[in-house]
């Protein structure tokens, strides 16, 4: 099966028990057991619920992978897999992770669990060599990052990390399982926040974790039960709707904002633009051979600087003024008061987050629409 039959159908046939064809929210948490020791595969819905395993299903097939595993947000799913690791591990990260990501690396996982994290720019292959050691374990990266827009070369990589005997972790929740399949470039794990695109309508907030790796799978699904940061059957549930629309919604978020970055560039009142599917963006090159296509995101600078762009997110109609990304509707987002307040001035300006940046999830309305908002919020001159 392909991609959009998967997503409308793995894990997801006709209830047994009534034929209903839609898996029904199983708003449960327990299961009456026959005998002692006999029961239908599920006990206690921390550990397994059938809405929740109906969702496992779907997204451990979109992502090519043999398992997956859900979680209460993608901060949840993040820490799981970083329960793999022991104090004293060391770990090479990307120095342009999302915020919460940083946060939960730095103020929690180094100072209470003693992970010992270098955050290096992983777009350059020689920087994650340099930090690469022999006891490194895990090589986290996020590609493409937000919200520069810059990727990493996935297979290469891994190529170096294994060499190490290191595992690698992706963040694919930019790309989607749609655009961008990791573990196929060699990764070991792929960790999606689907309060994105794989929810896709801002209604949710989950986490996921995939891996073809068993003993992995082996050791996350442990902790998933041990530490219970799992979804509720209703949150399972919404996730899933999300996911049959998944290849329909990321091929018309790409066609908005190619559209979108094109205007973008050819605007007068536009210092720079940055998106993967430009000809211009510094890896546009590997954006064709890593990604089938190159997602719903773009950020941009106006020449007016900070004042324009503050002007700017206080005009537009279609496009909120808001944090999020990876609906059905276009937001607006100042990353240097926003996504990237908590980091200081000068090392978010050295990765190109000034205040004049501005970032857009471009929705799936109509495109014409998109454009006229954008023209008449940055006005002509
Ligand atoms: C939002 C986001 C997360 C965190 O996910 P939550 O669902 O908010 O916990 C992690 N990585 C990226 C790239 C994100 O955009």
């Known amino acids: 099966m392909k991609f959009a039959t998967k997503a409308i159908h793995t894990g997801q046939e006709a209830d047994l028990a009534t034929g209903a064809t839609i898996v029904p929210i199983y708003q449960t948490s327990t ?55 022991s104090p004293g591990d060391h770990i090479v990260a990307g120095d342009d992770l999302y915020g919460g990501t940083y946060r939960l690396f730095d103020k929690v996982l180094r ?23 022999p006891e490194t374990k895990m090589l986290w990266v996020e590609t493409p990052t937000n919200p520069m827009l810059t990727l990493s070369n996935v297979s290469l990589l891994s190529e170096m990390a ?29 960790v999606h926040s689907t309060t994105k695109y794989m929810g896709g309508h801002s209604d949710v907030v989950g986490g996921a974790v995939m891996t073809s790796n068993e003993e992995l799978r082996e050791r996350i699904s442990f902790y998933q039960n041990a530490a219970g940061g799992v979804p509720g059957p209703f949150d399972a549930w919404i996730v899933l709707r999300g996911l049959k629309t998944l290849a329909v919604r990321m091929r018309q978020h790409e066609e908005n904002a190619l ?29 064709k051979r890593q990604m089938s296509g190159f997602s719903g995101m773009v950020s941009f600078t106006l020449k007016g600087g900070a004042e324009a762009a503050y002007a ?35 090392q978010r300006e050295v990765r190109g987050v000034t205040d004049g940046l501005l970032r857009l999830s471009v929705g799936i309305e109509d495109t014409e629409d998109l454009i006229a908002d954008l023209k008449q919020a940055i006005g002509t001159g």
């Open 111 to 133: 100072e209470s669990n003693k992970l010992d994290f270098d955050y290096v720019d992983t777009t350059d292959p020689d920087s994650v060599e340099r930090a690469l050691r």
């Open 31 to 85: 299961y009456t057991q026959q005998a002692p020791g006999q029961h239908k595969g599920y006990e206690y819905s921390r550990t397994a619920n059938p809405t929740r395993t109906a969702l496992e299903e779907c997204m451990a097939a979109l992502e090519g992978a043999d398992y997956g595993l859900a979680f209460a947000s993608g901060l949840a799913a993040t820490i799981s897999v970083m329960s793999l690791l």
């Open 162 to 190: 294994h060499e190490r005997g290191a595992i690698v972790a992706v963040d694919n929740t930019f790309a989607s399982p749609y655009f961008q399949q990791p573990l196929e470039l060699g990764a070991d794990i792929v």
């Open 312 to 346: 700017a997110v206080q005009k537009t109609e279609v496009f909120s003024f808001a944090e999020s990304l990876g609906g059905v509707e276009s937001l607006i987002t100042h990353p240097a008061t926003m996504t990237h307040a908590a980091i200081p001035k000068e």
């Open 259 to 287: 559209a979108v970055a094109r205007f973008l560039q050819d605007h007068p009142q536009v210092a720079t633009v940055n998106y993967p599917g430009l000809p211009s963006h510094p890896q546009h090159e590997l954006a």
